[in-house]
């Protein structure tokens, strides 16, 4: 792999290597270190935009909003089966 990786590649081999990473995500700890140079990078960049979304987003632990009872709706859905009662 190191000799595959080493040789340049044109552009359209790059945009599919970065797809493939992009689609076949692995977390850092995850990661062999013998892949290609350009799926390391990439999922490099996809750690940076997931920190950057997880940041932006409000801390919603513990808070639960029941959004039927606050818009008058009185049905459930059966979890068990997927369907409404009531």
Not at 6 to 11: F, P
Not at 41 to 47: I, R, S, T
């Amino acid at each position: 792999m190191a000799d595959q990786a080493a040789r340049r590649i044109d552009l359209i081999e790059e945009l599919g290597l970065r797809r493939w990473a992009r689609e076949n995500y692995v977390v850092q700890e995850k990661r062999n270190p013998a892949w290609h140079p350009v799926v390391l990078e990439e999922m490099a960049q996809k750690d940076i935009e997931r920190q950057a979304r997880e940041a932006s987003l409000p801390n919603l632990r513990g808070r639960v909003i029941s959004m039927p009872a606050m818009f008058g709706v009185r049905r459930r859905v059966s979890a068990s089966v997927g369907r409404q009662t009531g």
